[in-house]
């Protein structure tokens, strides 16, 4: 994923998560002063309204102090008033309503009552004035005259709802005519009272009139109801306190809803549903409408920051990066500067030289490897044939190095290494001296032990042959390192171009070929590439050719060699020879086409056909009767392979094969190349029960020492030591005692290979060699002969080698 897609996908949700929390929290902090500041109209509201029902109820007492103290009203009584005078009062006490209402809007009524609870005169009577007043609007529990309610006195207040839920505030004030102003609150003079009564209307329920009490804040409800907890006091108790002090009270608030608690009523004050949210929501759409837009905003910005200061010059740097070859300068360059990206530039600049230093020299030597010298050669090579030049490469081997390292270690190898590079270089550089026309040689470690040498434009093979001598006069008499001369040689195959190959691969391999020819002809010599050779790998194409076609058309058969117990000439075990059917190789034989397989890769695939047909035969051989051991040859690739110890083992179970029944064998000179993987093979190999055997043993040098930490159980005697068995002179001991000898030591079993005398067969029975081999006892057959072989030797029933197929 690209850089701007994982900015678009990490920083907007970043962001939007930011702004959302924030959001949320400024929403939450609104609401909570929303509320707070609700609570606090609340309060205010009720201060309001209380101040209100203060004010009402002082003008009450104002307005009803003021109508009784009319002259009028002093002479009032039940028994002596006549009609006229009652009119004369009720148009008085109209008229004081009248103007009483000028003041108080929300007046309901004036009356005056005796003390039975008739009413004297009203407000509320109709025009009729024969018509008796209407029925006063007092709750029971103010019905004073009631038997059981004591007789009112002073002035009282009360609050009380109607049928339909309104409230109203009454005061009703006790007097006495002739004595106005003068209360009674004893009850024997209870009897001589009149009692006045006014009422206000303050609103609820279903009744709605202009100027009641209600909240001057829209969205409020206003709840009124009689005092009955609280603050219980008697009627007594209540009169003597003040209007202000009988309606007033003190505030709670309890979420959001605020109550006024007074002596005479209970006040609550509370919101509408879905008032604070009405109130705040244009505040939260505003709040949402700023995150959104202050979202795009930071997205747009940091996005643009970010882009214009990371990601352009990451994808600068990238853009650069792809451009870069392993084999050209870099594009690349240091900058200045501290920041992180400068220093990332500056610090990939640096790895890139150091890959490129490592892709293309070797860490050791410090001299070109093989990537690079290829890449050279392919280049000096199209200068060659554009400008019909020569060039000549030079294959250079050391001779008998892998026996510095398994001898002195790997760490004096890599100092000789090192010595002889030294050497090298100088001798090249005395060969450029010498030749002024050699400009651009260049030399290079291939690996381990083998270099090679570029000389361009050289005028022809002598010059290559002049600068080749010098090579070989490095190690004339060996490499000294540490104090110690080894025995060090140089073998040195040339190939021209275009004389020889057109290619680099072709011209490597005609160095190599000529190379090997060097070695195979007494070492520390050089060897010009000829027809000869030319021929020797034409022959070995064709073996390759060859060996294609009979593995796709399976070719291949095995024969079976018996070998012998040396005491008793039986045969304890078989060798399973590979032969090839094809007209091509039929003639050549393993020794020729075995090499070509293993250089070709083509070995893996054959020996995974001998291994399958030789258990297949082993297991047939079994059926018979047959109790030795078979032994397979394999290639020096597998002890490279893994999963060779598994395929095996996978193989074994296969057949049905116990693994003591099975001897694998690999050559000495494969042992001599062996490294820690091949060694761990070979152990794993011996760890699932596979016998180790090893074959022309002799020839390969391999120290003595070195048997010891070898996983091998056998030593097969190379059969050029039995073969001079009998022509050795009497002062030189022979080479099959000394194994043999050897072998006693590593308490390791021996097979003789190549027996084919008598005198040869007595003569190791005498050195006490184990196992014999050879023509004289057994030539190799195919299975069917072998059964037959087997079954005259005794190591098979004959009633059974009827039931086996040919």
């Known amino acids: 994923m690209k850089l701007n897609h994982r900015l678009n996908l990490t920083l907007l949700p970043v962001i939007v998560l930011v702004f959302s929390v924030a959001a949320t929290l400024t929403i939450g902090e609104t609401q909570r002063r929303s509320s707070d500041f609700l609570k606090h109209r609340l309060v205010v509201e009720l201060e309001n309204i209380e101040a209100q029902l203060v004010n009402q109820g002082t003008l009450m007492v104002s307005g009803l102090k003021l109508m009784l103290s009319n002259d009028a009203f002093?002479?009032?009584?039940?028994?002596?008033?006549?009609?006229?005078?009652?009119?004369?009062?009720?148009?008085?006490?109209?008229?004081?309503?009248?103007?009483?209402?000028?003041?108080?809007?929300?007046?309901?009524?004036?009356?005056?009552?005796?003390?039975?609870?008739?009413?004297?005169?009203?407000?509320t009577v109709d025009n009729n004035p024969f018509s008796p007043p209407a029925t006063p609007p007092i709750p029971s529990e103010l019905q004073w005259w009631t038997p059981g309610l004591p007789a009112l006195s002073g002035q009282n207040f009360y609050l009380y709802l109607n049928n339909s839920g309104a409230a109203r505030l009454v005061l009703i004030e006790a007097f006495v005519p002739e004595m106005f102003g003068v209360k009674h609150s004893n009850a024997s003079n209870a009897a001589n009272n009149l009692y006045a009564l006014i009422s206000i209307t303050l609103g609820g329920g279903d009744e709605v009139r202009p100027n009641t009490l209600s909240p001057t804040q829209k969205g409020l409800s206003l709840q009124l109801s009689p005092q009955t907890e609280g603050l219980p006091m008697s009627q007594a108790q209540r009169s003597r306190l003040s209007p202000a002090q009988q309606l007033s009270g003190y505030i709670t608030t309890d979420a959001a809803i605020a109550t006024l608690t007074t002596p005479l009523y209970l006040a609550t004050l509370s919101p509408q549903p879905g008032l604070a949210w009405r109130e705040i929501a244009p505040l939260v759409k505003t709040e949402l409408l700023l995150a959104l837009l202050l979202i795009i905003l930071t997205y747009l910005v940091l996005k643009k920051l970010i882009h214009n200061y990371i990601i352009r010059p990451v994808t600068m740097l990238v853009t650069q990066v792809k451009h870069i070859s392993a084999d050209s300068a870099s594009t690349l360059k240091p900058q200045p500067g501290s920041n992180e990206i400068t220093q990332l530039n500056n610090a990939y600049v640096k790895l890139v030289d150091d890959i490129q230093h490592l892709a293309a020299y070797d860490p050791l030597t410090g001299l070109a490897n093989r990537r690079k010298f290829?890449?050279?050669?392919?280049?000096?090579?199209?200068?060659?044939?554009?400008?019909?030049?020569?060039?000549?490469?030079?294959?250079?081997?050391?001779?008998?190095?892998?026996?510095?390292?398994?001898?002195?270690?790997?760490?004096?190898?890599?100092?000789?290494?090192?010595?002889?590079?030294?050497?090298?270089?100088?001798?090249?550089?005395?060969?450029?001296?010498?030749?002024?026309?050699?400009?651009?040689?260049?030399?290079?470690?291939?690996?381990?032990?083998?270099?090679?040498?570029l000389l361009n434009d050289v005028s022809s093979a002598n010059t290559a042959i002049s600068v080749a001598k010098r090579v070989l006069a490095i190690t004339e008499n060996g490499l000294t390192v540490d104090g110690f001369t080894h025995n060090i040689g140089t073998s040195i195959g040339i190939a021209l171009a275009p004389r020889d190959a057109l290619d680099t691969s072709a011209l490597f391999r005609c160095a190599d070929t000529a190379m090997y020819q060097a070695k195979l002809k007494g070492k520390g010599r050089y060897q010009l590439f000829s027809d000869d050779i030319a021929r020797l790998l034409a022959e070995q194409d064709a073996i390759e050719q060859a060996l294609h076609t009979a593995l796709g058309r399976e070719e291949f058969e095995l024969n079976f060699q018996p070998i012998f117990d040396a005491n008793?000439?039986?045969?304890?075990?078989?060798?399973?020879?590979?032969?090839?059917?094809?007209?091509?190789?039929?003639?050549?034989?393993?020794?020729?086409?075995?090499?070509?397989?293993?250089?070709?890769?083509?070995?893996?695939?054959?020996?995974?056909?001998?291994?399958?047909?030789?258990?297949?035969?082993?297991?047939?051989?079994?059926?018979?009767?047959?109790?030795?051991?078979?032994?397979?040859?394999?290639?020096?690739?597998?002890?490279?392979?893994?999963?060779?110890?598994?395929?095996?083992s996978t193989e074994l179970g296969k057949h049905n094969i116990s693994p003591a029944a099975v001897e694998l064998e690999i050559t000495e000179t494969t042992l001599i190349d062996a490294d820690r993987q091949s060694v761990s093979v070979l152990r794993r190999l011996q760890d699932i029960g596979v016998n180790i055997a090893l074959d022309d043993f002799g020839t390969g040098y391999i120290g003595f020492n070195q048997l010891n930490h070898y996983p091998v159980n056998t030593l097969k005697i190379d059969r050029s030591f039995v073969h001079a068995i009998g022509n050795e002179s009497g002062q030189k001991r022979p080479m099959v005692d000394v194994v043999?000898?050897?072998?006693?030591?590593?308490?390791?079993?021996?097979?003789?290979?190549?027996?084919?005398?008598?005198?040869?067969?007595?003569?190791?029975?005498?050195?006490?060699?184990?196992?014999?081999?050879?023509?004289?006892?057994a030539r190799p057959m195919p299975l069917t002969e072998l059964l037959k072989f087997l079954e005259q030797h005794?190591?098979?029933?004959?009633?059974?080698?009827?039931?086996?197929?040919?």
């Open 568 to 648: 008793n000439l039986r045969v304890t075990a078989i060798e399973a020879l590979l032969r090839c059917n094809h007209p091509q190789l039929k003639q050549a034989g393993p020794d020729k086409f075995i090499p070509v397989a293993e250089s070709t890769g083509l070995i893996r695939q054959i020996d995974r056909w001998v291994i399958e047909h030789a258990l297949s035969s082993l297991a047939q051989l079994q059926q018979r009767g047959f109790g030795g051991v078979l032994n397979i040859n394999i290639s020096a690739n597998e002890l490279h392979n893994e999963q060779f110890p598994s395929h095996i």
């Open 74 to 123: 002093h002479s009032l009584r039940r028994s002596d008033h006549s009609h006229s005078a009652s009119l004369s009062l009720q148009h008085l006490i109209l008229e004081h309503h009248a103007n009483l209402r000028q003041i108080l809007p929300n007046l309901e009524m004036l009356q005056i009552y005796d003390t039975h609870g008739e009413v004297l005169l009203s407000t």
């Open 740 to 777: 043999l000898e050897l072998a006693s030591i590593f308490d390791l079993d021996t097979v003789a290979e190549g027996v084919e005398t008598e005198q040869q067969l007595l003569r190791l029975r005498k050195l006490g060699c184990n196992f014999l081999q050879g023509y004289y006892l």
């Open 794 to 806: 005794g190591e098979c029933p004959p009633a059974q080698a009827q039931s086996l197929p040919d």
């Open 374 to 453: 290829q890449f050279v050669l392919d280049k000096e090579i199209a200068n060659t044939l554009k400008y019909e030049q020569s060039l000549a490469l030079l294959y250079i081997d050391l001779d008998n190095f892998k026996r510095v390292n398994d001898s002195f270690g790997h760490e004096t190898g890599d100092r000789l290494l090192c010595e002889y590079t030294h050497r090298l270089n100088k001798a090249i550089l005395n060969c450029r001296n010498a030749s002024p026309r050699l400009t651009r040689p260049l030399l290079a470690r291939l690996a381990g032990d083998e270099f090679a040498l």
